[in-house]
């Protein structure tokens, strides 16, 4: 059985030696480092002291419309939602790249940044069909073993607008994993049928949803509550989430404590890109009322948006310092945001984490530190170590 040790690693206060089961790719052993009963091996590595953080979850974002590795595109004022979207169309149209490129493209940057797992919304519509969704899914096997890819088929340009009922249907027989959705009041003009023809084809496909609410103030609100409403009478608790929500950030205190109740009780989560453009939901009411929440870069240099670059620590550093934490119990509030893992690994887990050079998890969130090395399953797949190709020796052999 091959077996790759790391050796130094730091948990908490003190310092680890980790081997990593590469068949299992699960972490096989966990002890504490002494600096000289580790067995001579060449694939030992010496993480030194730098700290140990657990792979991060991107709860929302779109691998095939950026830019990156693009020529710089400049972008437009944003008129009205129709107006965009036409342009964001001829700016993908015009790409000299696939989709799948594009995808695998952000996958390796995701992964240089501790990103081991995504759910990513792919646009389908009776004009592009399915390509996007074929490359991403193409993509998506490629990358089976160390990236976890859920699949949302989003119907950008309107589920109902765009008459894109049966593409949807086909892109979830393609193999996509939930059903999205967009604006069912701006753009669909319809929010009661719109959000029935989603809930609709997520029976149809036994399917989870995520819609994107840009839907303002208690048309937002009221669109919400819907949601809910279907969520529990389709028996979805649990599997759908409304992602944006910026309606939660602009209606009063009482008013949106009250969806967060009902939020909860439907297990319905909430997905932020934490704007700082424009308002965003309250994290900390909802937090406090128990409703899940994840955060997500979303726009990563494309037609909407010339800014981010896919830092999910960064952006999880972002909340924190925009709804002002600053206690220790604060800080590490944001990592159950951006992981799905705990901040120790156990023997057994799978060995998906990062090294970085930190003081602790507190100072790791509020500094967005360079990732030095990042394992997925068991492999090293990104951070410096990977990028220079000088994995470092542990010292006592160095020499020896
Ligand atoms: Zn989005």
């Excluded at 592009?128 to 899914?137: K, T």
């Excluded at 340009?157 to 949807?168: E, F």
């Excluded at 360079?370 to 470092?392: C, M, N, T, Y």
């Amino acid at each position: 059985m091959k077996q790759d040790r790391i050796n130094g690693i730091r948990i908490g206060e003190e310092l680890f030696d980790i081997t990593l089961d590469a068949e299992s790719g699960t972490i096989a052993s966990l002890t504490l480092a002494n600096g000289s009963s580790y067995e001579k091996s060449e694939s030992a590595m010496d993480a030194n002291g730098l700290m140990y953080l657990p792979t991060l979850k991107d709860w929302h974002l779109h691998l095939d419309k950026h830019f990156l590795g693009e020529p710089w595109k400049p972008l437009q004022p944003f008129l009205d939602l129709p107006d965009q979207l036409r342009f964001e169309k001829s700016l993908l149209h015009a790409l000299p790249t696939t989709a799948a490129e594009r995808a695998r493209r952000l996958l390796n940057r995701l992964l240089e940044m501790g990103t081991t797992s995504i759910r990513t919304h792919v646009d389908v519509d009776p004009e592009i069909g399915l390509r996007h969704l074929e490359d991403v899914l193409q993509i998506r096997e490629e990358f089976r073993g160390i990236f976890d890819i859920e699949v949302v088929a989003f119907p950008q340009q309107g589920l109902l607008r765009s008459n894109s009922l049966s593409v949807m249907r086909e892109a979830m027989r393609s193999g996509a994993d939930l059903i999205g959705g967009v604006d069912p009041a701006g753009l669909d003009r319809e929010v009661d049928i719109s959000l029935e023809a989603m809930f609709e084809l997520s029976a149809e496909y036994d399917a989870g949803v995520d819609l994107h609410l840009h839907d303002p103030g208690h048309l937002g609100l009221y669109t919400i509550e819907r949601f809910i409403d279907l969520t529990v009478a389709s028996g979805k608790r649990g599997r759908t989430a409304v992602s944006h929500a910026y309606c939660l950030g602009q209606v009063g205190e009482a008013e949106s404590l009250e969806i967060a109740h009902k939020l909860r009780e439907a297990d319905v989560a909430i997905i932020t890109s934490v704007p700082i453009d424009s308002s965003m939901p309250r994290v900390d009411q909802l937090l406090q009322a128990g409703v899940r929440v994840g955060v997500g870069c979303d726009n990563i240099l494309d037609a909407w948006s010339p800014f981010g670059n896919g830092d999910l620590l960064a952006r999880g550093s972002r909340l924190a310092e925009k709804l002002r934490w600053r206690t220790n119990q604060e800080l590490l509030l944001a990592y159950p945001l951006i992981t799905a893992a705990p901040l120790r690994p156990r023997v057994g887990d799978r060995a998906d984490f990062m090294l970085v050079d930190a003081m602790n998890p507190m100072h790791a969130l509020s500094s967005a530190p360079k990732r030095e090395a990042v394992f997925a399953g068991g492999k090293l797949v990104g951070g410096s170590w990977h990028q220079d190709g000088a994995i470092p020796l542990p010292r006592a052999q160095v020499g020896s």
